[in-house]
Each structure stands twice: as structure tokens, then as C-alpha cells.
């Protein structure tokens, strides 16, 4: 590092500045480059720009899902430890989901591809060198004749461009697929608009937003930043709630956060779109095609079930709102007529006047080619016109219906190559295996949408043997020379900072280097949006129209597959922590489920947990059964993601892949939701691994809400129950509470002495029940940041989860037949009382309670009796019954803990310390520099990564602190407030959208 560098390099103890890797550097301490960092463990010669026992931060790049969401890795002694949203990007926000940040698990995965390997002469695959892989490539590409293709599932980038010159001047084609590709969106669009893109959505401005069973919440296009957006708009800001309706079979998690669920009958949410937009064209004075004016709310309602008059009220209520904002194209809708209910939400939305307000066309949202492409491949592929198939970031031979017979056509390609990471479905069926590195051990970049940006840069050196994908091009094009000879960049990161140095060019600001550093540093190059395209109907929005419902079979239900709310498409079903976050509707872990509707488990007197045989005209599966109140009566749902027969040892065998029950697409897209299954007791049973307590609040009081009338005039819990006719119930006489009230005062002078003397800080929460949407991300947060194991599905069976903090979901309604049913979340932790009933019963003083309030534990004086546990009014302390810290992180994921906080071992109790390890990082810090900890210096795991903003944290003895003022707020209450153990946690009540009947 040179003298000028080493000037301008920042103070050390500022540490939590992110900078770049190269030239300026890559410590929040000083400058420091990834290619100087040679060890995964504290170095035996230090670096002269790590300094053990502070964290070095990158920017990067998720790459988990199709969004882009940026990253702030944070790294210890050479390794990275935690994962959080970039605060810079424009996407997430500073927000991070839970499979972003289990994208760490990825990386030291014990089942990832550890070096080349290649098949031998009896059909295993073995190790080889580097250099043999990619001769053995080389020379294929040399004879293949032309006949060379690629099947990638990158996201769109500097990588992909190089990936379509390089096969294109083999003569090949490259065919860009994700699992997920919402083609109906996309083609709907080209119908109604004549655009084939994905338009951006804006749902923080919405008044009222309905879904036709979009899951923007888990996994619609960009989960995390419309979960913000939603956030937003129905979490009581400025005063008011935008109304929401969710039309579908089923409810998923965003499903259960609606005001108002339309169980519309399967396949036929067309229908009720066009209705819909039939009235509100009237309302609106809005031009719409002739053919809309046949579907009438009494015709949508013999198609849904849904009553005439709801739907003219819905209608309506979606005319008024200025503006609003209408969505389709969810996976778990994904029928035959998928296209048909977008155009119709196109009309739909064209008629309230929401393009260009909330629907943004002209963004440029990075897709796919579709499964079209995949499908004209495959028959290339069966008909010998492919010598060589090279698959990158595809999973084809499980992510597509074993109808669609792909692993036989891939059979039939005589020499096919992966640059899996792990090996899956696909990889374990190839010649040749070329590991490419992680996402976090690579440079590369992402351009997801027009005007962003960004950067991914190597944060630790490779855990194994691995290349990036880039270099494997590039080495094989020197190796084969011939049409691959033009390409002569001496590595992939030279090339990758050639494409940017002409970005720079481009933008003729500062030198390529200063351009360069800066990208670095902010995670990308983030532009302002351009303003959206105008568009109006194309000649085609006349012929959108609805087709009755036509599924595969004779079953007496439809079935509905829809993508699991961690797992996704199935790639992160090799991450413990996915497996044992919750599926946040059925709180089921680490294994797949049958849903059936309350209606269908009377009928057939089926109970939770009965093994269900579910048979369709293509097979059969078997998995317990789960009773889903928020299911139609017509179907039967099952999720995605489970039944790998490869992808590692947490995946393999896991579960029932639901897909083996479809048929074959014929289409330009997979039909999720396309055939009827019939349902048989098989007269066994299994136990469901979950970790949901009693699904009813049964009057205690635990996830309050109010009517928004009510929290606009700024009315409390109680008073708005005064309201409604429901009396307080006190449970102490006067007398009592008066004694409560001295003995209160009593406890507060006993804790006037020694180190609980002065002015100290009162550090607390505040969590906002209207904003918080149930997904989860705080709990897998927790996760990495506390070094929690993962128990297994086994001790989940005994009650013996360790999660600090847990989702409750309780389902509310739906008692009676007819009642609509909802569900109510509240993040439940340790609540820090102030007269904790943990700490008095503890017989070593393990349990105590700090001087800035929190409520501690000492492990090792831990002898594990477990009476604060018994104690404990919010069963939030854990008991290590086995040493989980010795079976939870099998090599090399070990390497995950955060080095800040103990591993705690067996017999021991645990829970929630409200990230102390932050707490005293900051006052360090601010001891360091001679100032008090400011509001916003730091917070903790959990209020990070949340993508609704619903949790905050800080002292609240501050007053200009944001916790302080949030907890004023006349919607706070305590859980269990009556036991008078005085918690430190705020719950701000949810606020109920008026619903007609």
C-alpha cells in the first residue's frame, strides 16, 4: 500500500465503514485487498492491515434469487461470519430475507464440489488437476462441431455477456432459465402493451392493493424490497392503512396478511380480475376493450364462488383508491390460464390508472428466456443436435417435472459439464465437473435492473478447490484456441474491470480507478430511475379473455404446488437454517406436508399428522397431513422444494418432490397448478416437526389489534375494547395494586447501589405489529448472529428448538362454517423484564439483570437446572440437552460462528441478550472516541435484517431516541402485562382495515 493510500486510509476505529478490496481497501479500519488474506483461520503472521477482533466489511451482491439485493459482507480474521443488507442499495435497502442470509451456509457447505472431477471408465466420478479439467474440456469444444450449448441460470451481467460471446463463437446458443421465471407475466404484457419485459412495482405508494395470488412476500420478483413497499403502505403510516385483498385457492404467507381473503375456486381468478376491472372502467370513465363489459360480477361469481355483492363492493373500493395497485403471475397460481389472469390484471390496472403510478414499465427487470427455450433445448438434446451441454446455475433434472423426461434427454448428450457448486440432480448425471467459486468468493456483477448495478468481490479466499466460472471460459478458450482465440483477457477479473473501466468511459466523470473504488465501496452504481415508459393497449388487449378451468385427471381436487417460503425453488434445501426456520403458515420444519382444508378433514376425518397417499394421473406421493384453515375446500396444496435425491447430506431424501405429480408443460411455461389428485388414509402417521404452540390466543392478549377508526383517533388497546362493548377484567382488587405499586417503588431503590448507581442507559424494543408480515427473516438473523445450532428434526419432534426468537401465528376466526379466517404474528423473544421472574429462581446466579437493563446469563455458572425456564411467563429460555455446538457445524461450517459471541455447550441454559456483543461494541467505541453511543450507532440482528422495518431498538431512557418515541405510541401494550414482570419490549397492536360483510 502506498504512503498516499496509507494517508488517506480511515481511522481504525471506525470499523464499520464499508470500502473496497483494491488501491483505497477493503477494512472499515485501513486498507486491505482479499488477494493478501491467505488464510481461512487468525493468521500465524498477521497481516498488516487485519487487526484480530475487529470485522472487516465488504459490499457484494446476493445471489440467491433473481432481485440483486446488495450485501454488507462481514468478515473475521480471513473468514466471512455474517450477512446484512447493503443500506446503499436501492433494492433492498439495507434489508436482508432469510435465504440471502443463509447464502452463507452455501459457502461452507459440507456437501459443495471440492475439486474438478471427472467421470471414469467405471461411471464414478474421481478428483482430477485443474489442468486435466480443462484440457478434457478444451478438447471437446475442439471437436464438437458447432454443436455446443449452454444452460444458464445467472442473472444478467457482465459474466453472461462473456458466456453468450464465448458460446456463440463455438457456434452454440446460450438459454438463460430460472425455475421461477413468471413467463405468464411477461407474455401478458407483450399481449396487453406489446412490451416483453417485467414492469418494477411501487407498493409503498398504493392505497389498496389486490393480489390474484402473487406472493410478493416470499418469492414474486423482488421479495424483500416490495415487502418494504407493503411495509409501508399497511403498516399505519401517516396515519392511515392501504387495504388489502388476496384472490386465491389458498393462503400463503402473503395471503395471511390481507384484510380480506376471496377464496376464489381454483383457476378461475380471471374471472373475477375482469369483473373487477369491468366495474372499475365504469367507475373510472377508463376505455376498455369490448369484450370486457360479458364478465359482470354475477358472471365472475357462478366462475369463483364469491358472492356478486363482495365482489361489486371490492371493485369499488378498488375505483376509489387513488392510486392502487393490482398484481398476478405468483407461482402457486400458476394454472393453465395464468396468461389470461395477467392480461386481465393488465386491464385491470390500465383501467384505475396505475400504469406508470405503481406499475412501472421501462425498468428493465433482468429475465430469463423461459421454459420455452428450456423446451426446444430438450428436443435438440433428444435429437442428437448437441455434442456438448455445458449447465451452469441450473438444476433442471429436479426443478422440472419428472413428466418432462429432461434426465432422459440428458442421457442422450455424449458429453455434458456442470460448474455446480454442489453436486445436484443434474451435476451427478454429468461427464466433466468444473466447481465454480461462490458467489462470495468471486468477482463478478449483477445488473438486475436499468440503472443498477452491482459489484460482487472475492471476501475471503476459496474455501476449496473451486475457479471462478468466468476463468473456466477463459482458460478453456486459450487451452482450445481457433474460434475461441479472441479471447485473450489474462484472467476474469481483468476482464471484468476492462467492462467497467468502459462503464467509466462512459460516464466521463472521475478516472477508472476512483470509478472502480467507489463502485467497491457502495456495492455497485446505483442511477436515479428513469422516468416510466408510457405505454397504452396494443391490438391484442381485445382478445383477453377468461377459459374456464381445465385440469389433468378425474380427482376429486386440485392440487396446488406452490414454492416453499425458505426453500424456494429447492436450492436452499441443503441450508440448516432453512430447514429449520419454520415454513411461517404451517410453523412445519424439516420436512414436506399435505394441506387440506378444515372442510375436507371433517369430511374424510382426517387429523394432523395421518399419512396421506395424493395421487395423480402421473404418480403418487405420501406425506402427514397439516389442516390448513386458509385453504379452499377444492384443493389440496403441497410445497415445493423437498425430494432431492442429490444436492448434500441435509437435502438428500428429504421429503417428497412435489413435481413428480405433474405432467409434462406443452406450454412456454410450467403449469404449477395443473392436474387433480384424489386423496387415500394410508393408516399411518408421522408427528409433524413443528414448532407451533397453541395456534389460538384463546383470550390472553398476546397479538392485540385495533380497528383503524380507532388508532386514528389515537385510542390505546383498552380503550378501544371499551368501545366495543369489552370490559377490562382486572385481576388485581385495588388493594392489591396499591401494594404492587409501593413494592414497585421498593425494587427500584434496592437497585441503587454499586455499579447500579448514575446515569446509565435502558436499552429496549419496540415491535410494530402492523408492520411485521410473519416471514422470518429476524429468526434466521438470530441465527447467524449468535452462533444458535440447528437441533435437527428429531429433537424439533421433543420441543427442543433453540431459537431465540420465534414467530407466533395465531389463526383468528374460522370457528364457525362460513367465518373468514386470518392469522395475527408476533415475534416472540426474551422480553429483558425489569422484575424478571427468571433471575430470583436461578440457585447460582446465572440469571441477573445488568445495570443498562438487560437481562443476562452467565454460561458458565450454568448448572442447568432449568427453573427459569419453568419461570419464564414467555417460554423463551432454551436448555442444551445435547452438545448441539459439536453436531450443529460439521466441517467446514464451523466456520460460520461469529468469533464475538460463546458457543454455549451442554446442560446449558440460553437465550435472546439482546445482542449484547453489539451493545458493548459500540460503547467501546464511543469510549474510544470520546463520546456517548449515539441513537443509530448500531442495532440489533434482528431489527437489521427485518424487511418490514418492524423492529426498532435503543435506550429508552434517550428521548430523542426512535425507540423512546415509538413505545409512546397509544398502540403500545406488553404481552402478559398483568403478571407485572415489567418487559422491556413494546408490541405496537395491529391495525384491522374495515371489512363489510
Known amino acids: 500500500m502506498s504512503e498516499a493510500e496509507q494517508q488517506s486510509a480511515m481511522d481504525r476505529r471506525k470499523f464499520l465503514t464499508v470500502v473496497g478490496v483494491t488501491g483505497g481497501g477493503a477494512l472499515g479500519l485501513s486498507g486491505c485487498s482479499t488477494s493478501r488474506v491467505e488464510k481461512l483461520v487468525p493468521y500465524l503472521v498477521q497481516s498488516e492491515d487485519q487487526i484480530p477482533g475487529l470485522a472487516t466489511y465488504y459490499a457484494s451482491t446476493c445471489t440467491e434469487c433473481d432481485a440483486g439485493c446488495g450485501l454488507h459482507v462481514r468478515t473475521r480474521e480471513g473468514r466471512a461470519v455474517k450477512l446484512e443488507g447493503n443500506p446503499e442499495h436501492p433494492i433492498n435497502r439495507g434489508k436482508l430475507c432469510s435465504r440471502g442470509q443463509a447464502s452463507l451456509q452455501g459457502l461452507y457447505n459440507p456437501g459443495r464440489v471440492k475439486a474438478p472431477m471427472a467421470r471414469g471408465a467405471d461411471g464414478k466420478l474421481a478428483e482430477i488437476t485443474w489442468d486435466e479439467a480443462i484440457g478434457r474440456l478444451a478438447a471437446k469444444l475442439t471437436t464438437a462441431g458447432g454443436k455446443v450449448a449452454v444452460l444458464s441460470g445467472a442473472g444478467r451481467g457482465t459474466f453472461t455477456d462473456l458466456l453468450a460471446d464465448w458460446t456463440a463463437a463455438l457456434g452454440g446458443r446460450v438459454t438463460r432459465w430460472q425455475p421461477f421465471g413468471h413467463e405468464p407475466l411477461r407474455a401478458a404484457n407483450r399481449q396487453v402493451f406489446g412490451l416483453d419485459q417485467l414492469p418494477a412495482h411501487d407498493f409503498g405508494s398504493a392505497k389498496f392493493i389486490l393480489s390474484f395470488g402473487a406472493d410478493f412476500l416470499e418469492s414474486w420478483l423482488s421479495p424483500t424490497e416490495y415487502q418494504l413497499g407493503f411495509a409501508s403502505a399497511h403498516g399505519f403510516a401517516d396515519g392511515d392503512v392501504a387495504k388489502f385483498v388476496y384472490a386465491s385457492p389458498r393462503q400463503d404467507l402473503t395471503g395471511l396478511n390481507a384484510d380480506e381473503w376471496l377464496a376464489v375456486r381454483p383457476g378461475t381468478e380471471a374471472a373475477l380480475a ?249 456495492g455497485g452504481v446505483f442511477d436515479e430511475p428513469a422516468a416510466p415508459v408510457q405505454v397504452t393497449l396494443g ?207 421498593a425494587q427500584y431503590e434496592a437497585t441503587e447501589m454499586g455499579n447500579y448507581t448514575g446515569e446509565q442507559p435502558m436499552w429496549g424494543m419496540a415491535i410494530d405489529l402492523a408492520r411485521c408480515t410473519g416471514c422470518q427473516a429476524c ?86 437446572t432449568r427453573y427459569c425456564a419453568n419461570n419464564c411467563p414467555y417460554k423463551v429460555r432454551y436448555f442444551n440437552w445435547y452438545k448441539y455446538n459439536e453436531i450443529a457445524w460439521p466441517d467446514p461450517l464451523h466456520l460460520q460462528l461469529n468469533p464475538d459471541v460463546t458457543v454455549r455447550a451442554r446442560g446449558v441454559m440460553e437465550k435472546c441478550t439482546f445482542c449484547i456483543q453489539r451493545i458493548r461494541g459500540a460503547q467501546h467505541t464511543a469510549r474510544l472516541e470520546n463520546r456517548a453511543v449515539l441513537d443509530g450507532d448500531f442495532t440489533v440482528a434482528c431489527a437489521q435484517a427485518c424487511p418490514s422495518d418492524a423492529i426498532v431498538f435503543g435506550d429508552v431512557k434517550n428521548p430523542g431516541s426512535r425507540v423512546a418515541a415509538i413505545q409512546q405510541d397509544a398502540r403500545g401494550y406488553h404481552v402478559l402485562e398483568d403478571t407485572n414482570v415489567r418487559p422491556a419490549i413494546t408490541y405496537l397492536a395491529k391495525v384491522l382495515h374495515p371489512v363489510e360483510a
Open 539 to 745: 391490438a391484442a388487449a381485445a382478445e383477453v379473455s377468461y377459459t374456464q378451468p381445465a385440469f389433468e385427471g378425474r380427482g376429486e381436487f386440485v392440487l396446488l404446488t406452490y414454492p416453499h417460503g425458505m426453500l424456494h425453488d429447492g436450492r436452499g434445501a441443503n441450508k440448516p437454517w432453512l430447514l429449520e426456520n419454520a415454513d411461517p403458515v404451517t410453523k412445519i420444519t424439516w420436512h414436506h406436508w399435505v394441506e387440506v382444508g378444515p372442510e375436507t378433514a371433517a369430511r374424510l376425518d382426517i387429523r394432523n399428522g395421518e399419512l396421506l397417499r395424493v395421487t395423480s394421473p402421473h404418480g403418487a406421493i405420501e406425506g402427514p397431513a397439516y389442516i390448513h384453515p386458509g385453504l379452499h375446500a377444492d384443493a389440496v396444496g403441497i410445497p415445493l422444494g423437498f425430494g432431492h435425491t442429490e444436492y448434500g447430506a441435509f437435502a438428500q431424501g428429504r421429503g417428497a418432490n412435489a413435481l413428480d405429480l405433474l405432467g409434462p408443460p406443452s406450454g412456454d411455461y410450467v403449469p404449477y397448478v395443473s392436474t387433480r389428485v384424489t386423496l387415500e388414509k394410508t393408516g399411518g402417521y408421522r408427528k409433524l416437526a413443528t414448532i407451533e404452540g397453541v395456534p389460538r390466543q384463546l383470550g390472553r392478549g398476546i397479538a392485540e389489534a385495533i380497528p383503524l377508526a380507532a388508532a386514528k383517533r389515537g385510542l390505546t388497546v383498552e380503550q378501544a375494547y371499551l368501545e366495543e362493548g369489552e370490559g377490562h377484567h382486572e385481576i388485581n382488587t385495588e388493594q392489591e395494586l396499591e401494594a404492587l405499586k409501593g413494592w414497585s417503588a
Open 779 to 864: 429468526v434466521t438473523a438470530c441465527y447467524a448472529e449468535n452462533n444458535i445450532p440447528t437441533v435437527g428434526e428429531q429433537e424439533i419432534l421433543k420441543g427442543r428448538e433453540m431459537t431465540w426468537i420465534r414467530i407466533e401465528r395465531y389463526w383468528e376466526g374460522a370457528e364457525a362454517p362460513g367465518e373468514p379466517v386470518s392469522a395475527r404474528f408476533v415475534p416472540m423473544l426474551c422480553q429483558h423484564c425489569a422484575n424478571a421472574p427468571c433471575e430470583p429462581v436461578c440457585p447460582v446466579y446465572a440469571a441477573y439483570h445488568t445495570p443498562d437493563g438487560l437481562n443476562g446469563q452467565v454460561y458458565n455458572r450454568c448448572v442447568g
Open 274 to 522: 375482469l369483473a373487477i376491472a369491468n366495474v372499475v372502467a365504469a367507475a373510472r370513465g377508463a376505455s376498455l376493450p369490448a369484450g370486457v363489459a360479458r364478465f359482470t360480477p354475477a358472471m365472475a361469481a357462478r366462475e369463483t364462488g364469491i358472492a356478486p355483492e363482495r365482489i361489486e363492493r371490492v371493485a369499488r373500493e378498488f375505483a376509489a383508491a387513488r392510486p392502487s395497485l393490482a398484481v398476478a403471475g405468483g407461482i402457486g397460481s400458476q394454472h393453465s390460464g395464468a396468461v389470461e389472469l395477467c392480461a386481465a390484471v393488465n386491464l385491470l390496472n390500465y383501467a384505475a390508472g396505475n400504469v406508470g403510478q405503481t406499475v412501472k414499465f421501462g425498468a428493465d427487470v433482468s429475465a430469463g428466456d423461459g421454459y420455452g427455450a428450456v423446451a426446444e433445448l430438450a428436443r435438440a438434446m433428444d435429437a442428437g443436435q448437441v455434442s456438448v451441454l455445458l449447465m451452469h446455475d441450473a438444476n433442471p433434472a429436479y426443478a422440472l417435472p419428472k413428466a418432462a423426461a429432461f434426465a432422459g434427454k440428458l442421457k442422450k448428450v455424449p458429453y455434458k459439464v456442470s460448474t455446480a457448486l454442489y453436486l445436484d440432480e443434474t451435476a451427478a448425471q454429468c461427464d466433466l465437473l468444473l466447481p465454480q467459486h461462490h458467489a462470495l468468493e468471486r468477482w463478478d456483477d449483477l445488473a438486475p435492473r436499468a440503472g443498477v448495478r452491482s459489484l460482487m468481490q472475492p471476501v475471503m479466499e476459496p474455501v476449496y478447490d473451486t475457479r471462478a466460472a468466468g476463468d473456466i471460459l477463459l482458460l478453456a478458450a486459450k487451452k482450445a484456441g481457433g474460434a475461441l482465440a479472441a479471447f485473450t483477457a489474462p484472467s476474469w477479473e481483468a476482464h471484468l474491470r476492462g467492462r467497467w473501466q468502459a462503464l467509466a468511459a462512459e460516464r466521463k466523470g472521475s478516472s477508472a480507478d476512483e470509478f472502480w473504488r467507489g463502485a467497491l465501496q457502495r
